[in-house]
T-cell receptor
Framework: EAQVTQNPRYLITVTGKKLTVTCSQN?????MSWYRQDPGLGLRQIYY???????DKGDVPEGYKVSRKEKRNFPLILESPSPNQTSLYFC??????????FGPGTRLTVT | GNSVTQMEGPVTLSEEAFLTINCTYT??????LFWYVQYPGEGLQLLLK?????DKGSNKGFEATYRKETTSFHLEKGSVQVSDSAVYFC????????????FGTGTSLTVIP
């Protein structure tokens, strides 16, 4: 089954404790992206990647890092999480930029 | 810069009512336009898309026409069902910004029997 998976689905952590949210797709897509969803703000793009070892900042990259060492994986790293990074995070992948496939989401709470 | 503005919700309709959710955009060049739907507890799914002016995207009874002259991509459905209750996002992808996507804030739709 073609899908985008994210782990964990739910995470509660404390300020400053490094965390990684994994994202994996099995569709051989070159394009992958991370978004955060906040009430009243919709989805905002954090980072995206056109291919292995190619990443670019989206609209809200501050406080986040990504890496793309393999085509199928695109982890999101929060080196020192802060409460304003409490949000719902979505990973997405695409063959071209005309249709994205979204993962189920990761709800992160930073206290 | 590029942006998407969509009508604020929440929207509550009775079953079989007509639905319109307004979406307007700002973009340079020739963006592709999308409507995504998010059902409770799930990620977003592509509902329909249009890649050039005057294109009409359609799926599951929903339609939207790419209007360059009014920079709009309004979503319509003639007769909504309870199962259409979800959050709807308008989005664009503009060639002048590489491969960034821009989403609207989302419109929550509730359809009551």
């Amino acid at each position: 089954e073609a899908q985008v998976t994210q782990n964990p689905r739910y995470l509660i952590t404390v300020t400053g404790k490094k965390l990684t949210v994994t994202c994996s797709q099995n569709m051989n897509h070159e394009y992958m992206s991370w978004y955060r969803q906040d009430p009243g703000l919709g989805l905002r793009q954090i980072y995206y990647s056109m291919n292995v070892e190619v990443t670019d900042k989206g609209d809200v990259p501050e406080g986040y890092k990504v890496s793309r060492k393999e085509k199928r994986n695109f982890p999101l790293i929060l080196e020192s999480p802060s409460p304003n990074q409490t949000s719902l995070y979505f990973c997405a992948s695409s063959f071209d930029r005309r249709r994205q496939y979204f993962g189920p989401g990761t709800r992160l709470t930073v206290t | 810069g590029n942006s998407v503005t969509q009508m604020e919700g929440p929207v509550t309709l009775s079953e079989e009512a007509f639905l319109t959710i307004n979406c307007t955009y700002t973009a340079t060049g020739y963006p592709s336009l999308f409507w995504y739907v998010q059902y409770p507890g799930e990620g977003l799914q592509l509902l329909l898309k249009a890649t050039k002016a005057d294109d009409k995207g359609s799926n599951k009874g929903f339609e939207a026409t790419y209007r360059k002259e009014t920079t709009s991509f309004h979503l319509e459905k003639g007769s909504v069902q309870v199962s259409d209750s979800a959050v709807y996002f308008c989005a664009l992808s503009a060639s002048n910004t590489g491969n960034q996507f821009y989403f609207g804030t989302g419109t929550s739709l509730t359809v009551i029997p």
